[in-house]
């Protein structure tokens, strides 16, 4: 159902079965980002240059910074540093920073997104709105950012994008829009590579942090062994390490230095050294400390295992472990719990782990590389340790570290079948959705991706029997709604309303009553769930609770827009407008108006519905609500069509079509696409519109929008029909009626009969078209639908007209513009007025006829629609010959036939030739003229499959052979 309320949350405030309350996931991940910054701001020697270069990027009005250069220049450290130092300058400003790859949690594209969203959402006091999937992800992610700039000033800083897992080097950067609101500071870090030269086309700013030199290296070692209280080194060793190449990177230098004061004896400085430098870049130095740690006897007579172990475990854990586990992790592999090798090794490892708060992470991801490299390149050994941890956590799933890596590490190992086993625990899974939905929803979708598991099979105890688990299903229930699961969550949900009413639960009813209505709106349900909207509405009123019921009023509305009861929803949409002025929202009031204003541009009352548009323009545009903004620009594009302005329309369309672009919105832009090519249609430009329709097609078929697709499927057929490919066209027709049939589309299927029955007319079926001419009229008058109505009337007055029957016809055709001129259908008005002259013409009333022409050729001028612009001009030709002004009848018909040739109307094309070439041949000087008129217009019909036209020229075509001797 279209709606605009929150949407990461069932509207109930959320109460474990487990009685367990769990701190937020995204705020877990907020400090383990915190912890790997402080990391890197423990010992740092400033480069003035670049922090002044980072000021002028967040002072200036520029696209994302680009901070670049090789692996271990000390990009995170710079960027920590000055974070820290912007933090203390200005605190007021919200300021964010993600370190993708310190854990494999932090690779996530999804989380990274979702970690935003929920910074800047409590940081701006935004709306809510944490989508489920992948696609609704990206467009509030960039939403999120238009309404935080309209609030205030963040900074965004993301370190090492080319560590965002699974994404096409291509598509690095899909997710962030090319165009950034202007309080918005973007700052990206990114090694040379692949990924750089993805970035580098975007032609954004870039700052290379360059080797460290000589002076800055003495003052890292020097500043290095203050923090630590070394004297391992004396001025010859120091002189030793800055002359080194190597030690120009300072990654490099760190590790170096790390290595160098674990042991304090300055006898051995030199070995040391010496042995280290002889490490000709990072991943060899990585090796002889690994090496190092491998035969280390201060393992207490562990053996190399025991390392491997440790680090191995790290490198598998989704976001770190405790110190805790990893002692429960190895026990049986130290010889004393009192006597820990954990203990021995973690002091002397400040330069390779981070320990904060107990946790413990790998401080650089060139460690993180090295060890999967040494330790896990094989996928046996990989999942083994997966397993491993699994089976850990697994011990008790319910505690909140549990929740974080138990069905993670399932995921990684591919154990399909004890996550389904987990999944299917009723009690883990309410506590994994309490603590992220979006999380659940990512684990069932692998499972589901990778298995024939699927979620009705896991809960089919509960949905058989959903009253032995009344106390523990709500949120199972509103998942299954989610998932679109449509016929389980209905039942789900009956129970559930049943359970809350007999407990006079007026919290959780009314949530209730309202989803399950809006289940049985999805399954074609319009009477049962508007009851149950009233219903919904009743509760809330009863217990004040004005949100709940702006809720229950739109949606109602929704009910009865589709019902096309347009003055109850136009109602029941102002009493919500209403509540949402009392209560000051702004972003449902947009919303709402904007469907005020759709409800009254079908009424064709234009100039208060542009009056609407206009202030949710305003709403939008002040509060930076891009997604609403979207809409509106697509309402006010079709008032403007409606009215015949194709070009004003085409505006707004285009800065709609870049908004949606910009959001990522493909749903949206599917729909603004086509609108485009329906107006590119009108205007002639028949091949724009096609490429348009061809995109809007793979953006439905991607996003297996069988709803958009129908309607694509109409229009691509349109134009076949223009340019006279009738077999084609009747082919994709047949399509998109199969397709309103399986989505319950009558309305659609009204047009459709329309539309199969004007291309059974064009191919000399007459009673074929008839017939569905006179389905289409049914339909119509059963959906009270008049516009569609109006069609039918006059397609079948035309053909009661050809059969003889000018009396019904004009019956009819008078029916059609009554209805026309009440809806102010110009479009309609104006082909009625063409069928009617038409009548009038074979009747004999000439300047009856004419006078209708006239006032059709002006509403095709002011329509902008030369297609039947150029049938106008024709049949004024046959008028004004009649009446005895050949000439004039000419140059009419040569208009016609210019506008058929650049619209490409071939049987346009074919009649208007053969019109003037008849009208020649009657002049004897000029038959001559005639013949290649008369020729190429039977040479079209022959092509095209024209046959009733064929057999009306071929005679014109003979006479003028015959004429001229031929």
């Not at 370190?159 to 918005?184: F, K, M």
């Not at 650089?364 to 896990?376: G, Q, T, V």
């Not at 001129?821 to 009617?836: D, H, V, Y």
């Not at 009856?848 to 002011?862: D, G, I, S, T």
Request: hydrophobic content about 35%; aromatic content about 8%.
């Amino acid at each position: 159902m279209d709606d605009r309320f929150p949407t990461n949350g069932n509207g109930v405030e959320s109460q474990s079965t487990l009685k367990i309350r769990l701190e937020n996931l995204l705020e877990k991940e907020a400090m383990i980002h915190n912890a790997f910054s402080s990391s890197r701001t423990e010992l740092f020697v400033g480069r003035q240059r670049y922090f002044d270069r980072l000021d002028e990027h967040i002072h200036g009005d520029t696209p994302p910074l680009i901070v670049t250069g090789k692996p271990g220049m000390g990009k995170s450290a710079l960027l920590a540093n000055w974070r820290k130092r912007y933090i203390s300058l200005n605190p007021a400003n919200k300021t964010i920073i993600h370190f993708i790859g310190i854990s494999p949690r932090t690779s996530s594209l999804a989380s990274m997104q979702l970690r935003i969203i929920h910074e800047l959402t409590y940081g701006f006091n935004l709306p809510p709105d944490i989508p489920t999937n992948q696609n609704d992800l990206n467009v509030a992610f960039v939403n999120a950012l238009f309404m935080s700039a309209a609030k205030g000033k963040a900074v965004i800083i993301l370190d090492g994008i080319e560590r965002l897992e699974g994404r096409d080097p291509a598509q690095v950067l899909s997710w962030l829009p090319i165009e950034v609101p202007a309080n918005i500071r973007f700052i990206l870090s990114v090694s040379p590579g692949t990924v750089f030269d993805v970035v580098a086309k975007r032609n954004w700013p870039v700052l290379e942090v360059a080797p460290l030199e000589v002076v800055e290296r003495k003052q890292c070692i020097h500043a290095y062994l203050q923090n630590t209280h070394s004297t391992a080194l004396s001025e010859n060793h120091i002189n030793t390490i800055v002359h080194a190449v190597q030690t120009s990177n300072p990654l490099y230098l760190d590790i170096l230095m790390g290595e160098l004061c674990i042991d304090d004896a300055p006898s051995i400085a030199g070995q040391k050294i010496s042995r280290y430098l002889s490490a000709q870049n990072i991943e060899e130095l990585i090796l002889r400390v690994i090496e190092r740690y491998e035969l280390d006897d201060t393992l207490n007579g562990a053996d190399a295992s025991f390392f491997r172990n440790i680090m191995s475990l790290l490198l598998s854990a989704g976001n770190g472990l405790m110190e805790n586990e990893i002692n429960e992790l190895l026990r049986g592999e130290t010889p004393s719990p009192q006597n820990t090798p954990l203990k021995t090794l973690l002091p002397n490892m400040k330069h390779i782990l981070i320990q904060h708060s107990n946790l413990i992470l790998y401080k650089h991801n060139a460690f993180h590389d090295a060890i999967k490299s040494r330790y896990l390149s094989e996928e046996d050994e990989k999942r083994r340790f997966h397993l491993r941890l699994a089976d850990y956590f697994g011990k008790n799933y319910s505690s909140q570290r549990a929740i974080e890596e138990f069905p993670w590490q399932l995921t990684q190992a591919r154990s399909w079948n004890q996550l389904f086993g987990l999944l299917s625990d009723i009690s883990f899974f309410n506590v994994l959705y309490e603590t992220s939905a979006y999380a659940a929803t990512y684990y069932w979708s692998q499972l589901e991706e990778n298995s024939q598991m699927r979620i009705p099979y896991a809960y089919c105890t509960i949905l058989e029997s959903p009253e032995n688990y009344i106390d523990r299903i709500k949120n199972l229930s509103f998942f299954l709604k989610e998932k679109n699961l449509l016929t389980e969550a209905l039942k789900m949900f009956e129970h559930l309303v049943c359970y809350y009413e007999q407990n006079k639960d007026y919290e959780n009813l009314p949530v209730a009553v309202g989803i399950l209505a809006d289940i049985l709106y999805e399954r074609g349900g319009m009477e049962e769930s508007m009851q149950l909207h009233k219903d919904e509405e009743h509760i809330y009123r009863s217990v004040g609770n004005n949100y709940g019921l702006m809720r229950s009023l739109s949606r109602q509305a929704v009910i009865a827009l589709a019902n096309d009861d347009l003055e109850n929803s136009l109602h029941l949409f102002r009493q919500e407008e209403q509540l949402c002025r009392e209560l000051n929202d702004t972003y449902r009031l947009s919303y709402n108006l904007n469907k005020q204003a759709e409800i009254l541009s079908l009424r064709h009352k234009t100039t208060l519905a542009a009056k609407l548009l206009t202030e949710a323009e305003s709403i939008s545009r002040g509060i930076g609500d891009m997604s609403g903004l979207s809409v509106c620009l697509g309402n006010k594009a079709r008032i403007k069509k409606g009215s015949g302005n194709p070009e004003e329309a085409m505006t707004f369309l285009k800065e709609q079509e870049h908004l949606c672009r910009t959001l990522g919105n493909s749903k949206e832009l599917s729909v603004c696409l086509g609108n485009q090519s329906l107006i590119l249609t009108t205007l002639g430009d028949l091949d724009g519109a096609f490429v348009l329709l061809k995109e809007e097609e793979s953006l439905c078929k991607n996003m297996r929008n069988e709803h958009g697709l129908s309607y694509n499927i109409g229009n691509r057929a349109n134009i076949l029909s223009i340019r006279g490919n009738l077999a084609e066209a009747l082919e994709l027709y047949k399509e998109q009626f199969s397709l309103f049939k399986k989505t319950l589309n009558k309305h659609g299927l009204s047009y459709n009969l329309g539309n199969q029955a004007n291309i059974h007319y064009s191919l000399g079926n007459a009673e074929e078209a008839m017939s569905f001419y006179t389905e289409q009229e049914r339909l119509c008058r059963e959906l009270e639908n008049e516009d569609g109505l109006s069609y039918a009337l006059g397609n079948q007055a035309i053909i009661l007209a050809e059969k003889g029957d000018p009396d019904k016809a004009m019956e009819l055709h008078k029916e059609e513009e009554r209805i026309c001129r009440k809806f102010n259908n110009m479009e309609g008005l104006q082909r009625s007025l063409g069928n009617q002259a038409s009548i009038l013409y074979s009747k004999g009333h000439l300047h009856e006829a004419l006078a209708l022409h006239k006032e059709e050729e002006r509403l095709c001028r002011k329509l902008g629609n030369k297609s039947e612009l150029s049938a106008c001009l024709g049949n004024q030709a046959l008028v004004v010959k009649d009446l005895g002004n050949p000439d004039e009848a000419i140059g009419l018909l040569k208009e016609q036939e210019a506008i058929c040739r650049d619209l490409g109307i071939k049987s346009g094309l074919a009649i208007s030739l053969a019109n003037q070439a008849e009208m020649l041949a009657q002049n004897p000087g000029r038959a001559d003229e005639a013949l290649p008129l008369a020729e190429e217009a039977y040479s079209i019909t022959t092509s095209f499959g024209f046959q009733s036209l064929s057999h009306e020229i071929e005679p014109i075509l003979r006479a003028i052979e015959s004429r001229l001797g031929k």
